[in-house]
């Protein structure tokens, strides 16, 4: 396993921006050292959603793990997630984003979600988000287009946002 490189808004954006395409095929080795490069990144960093467009691979893949620090680690992996349903009922929720750092706001998204999606071992998995789970897989597999949790803010916002990145990143 390794740890990658996080893009981030800093000097990355066109590469955050792209939309990732679907894996084809079977589930195979290479892409299991994907992910599990995947969130070894995200644990590192730490975070607790990451998708492969952050570290550069334009493919339908996200990793996370919501477990609480006195729980064990409980990681999850998504392949080709498709949202089935969305609830009409919304919730609000601070997000973050390990692609714009030490920034933190509110987005709206519908409160539940169902999602399909493969798992790393290649079953087709169908359930029903809410919650943290809810709020994390619509922000990761937003990344999956391009979008990032700033772009649901206003436009001042967003650019406050990653002028902040950008200066934070040349300081370090
Ligand atoms: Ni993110």
Known sequence: MAIRDILTVADHTPTLKQ??????GP???ELRVLMDDML???YAAPG??????QIGVAKRVIVMDLARSDEDPQPRHF???EILWRSEEIAVAEEGCLSVPEIYDEVE???KVKLRYLNYDG???EEEAEGLYAVCIQHEMDHLEGILFIDHLSRLKRERA?????KDAKAA
């Open 19 to 24: 939309k990732s395409a679907p894996v084809e």
């Open 27 to 29: 589930v195979t080795d």
């Open 40 to 42: 070894e990144t995200m």
């Open 48 to 53: 607790i959603g990451l998708a492969a467009i």
């Open 79 to 81: 392949i080709n997630p």
């Open 109 to 111: 998204r519908p409160a």
């Open 123 to 125: 079953d087709t998995i």
């Open 162 to 166: 990653v002028k902040r990145v950008k």
